[in-house]
């Protein structure tokens, strides 16, 4: 009986036995594969469908994750460089239309008055954090800092309340 080429090949010492091997495996590969212009188009069309809703939903997820992780990298950011308060002077700062205080000394109202400290919001809290820390909470999220002395008036929001340009309320006023 005549045997294959491969076997012919084999028995001649012509090819090794493994690398006829993993030829078999890569011609019964390719026939499993079916080119993708056999597929119906009606499963095109709904895998087409499938494919952008995975996509979406991916991108969701993704954005989601990323927004967590922005959150997490700012509590980590106050927690590291928050300023220990100690002291029994109110320091009043409005917040959403409300006045809040903190409790500080002397010396970190000085800070807060001159700049060289800011309030920074995280979570329902208020924590006082030194310059350095702040300009890398702005990368992050700009509308968790609060109070910001170092900031020209107006900065935030782009404009001063009309017929107020030319006043400048101090920094060190003591409500």
Same mark, same amino acid.
């Given at each position: 009986m005549p045997s294959s080429l491969q076997e012919q090949l084999l028995k001649a010492?012509?090819?090794?036995?493994?690398?006829?091997?993993?030829?078999?495996r890569q011609q019964a590969k390719k026939k499993r594969q079916r080119?993708?212009?056999? =597929?119906? #188009?009606?499963?095109?069309a709904r895998d087409a469908k499938r494919l952008e809703r995975d996509r979406a939903l991916a991108a969701e997820r993704n954005a989601k994750a990323r927004a967590r992780e922005r959150e997490h990298q700012l509590r980590?950011? =106050?927690? #590291?460089?928050?300023v220990e308060r100690k002291g029994d002077l109110a320091y009043a700062f409005t917040h959403g239309g409300r006045v809040k205080h903190l409790?500080?000394?002397?010396?970190?109202?000085?800070?807060?008055?001159?700049?060289?400290?800011?309030?920074?919001?995280?979570g329902a809290r208020f924590e006082l954090i030194p310059r350095a820390a702040v300009e890398r909470v702005r990368e992050?999220?700009?509308?968790?800092?609060?109070?910001d002395h170092a900031s020209k008036p107006g900065e935030k929001d782009g404009s001063v309340a009309p017929g107020y340009e030319g006043f400048e309320v101090p920094d060190d006023l003591v409500w």
């Open positions: 010492g012509l090819v090794q036995k493994d690398k006829a091997q993993k030829l078999a080119p993708a212009s056999e =597929i119906p #188009a009606k499963t095109s980590q950011l =106050i927690e #590291a460089h928050r409790y500080v000394d002397e010396s970190q109202r000085r800070q807060l008055a001159s700049g060289a400290l800011a309030v920074v919001r995280l992050r999220a700009p509308d968790a800092i609060v109070l």
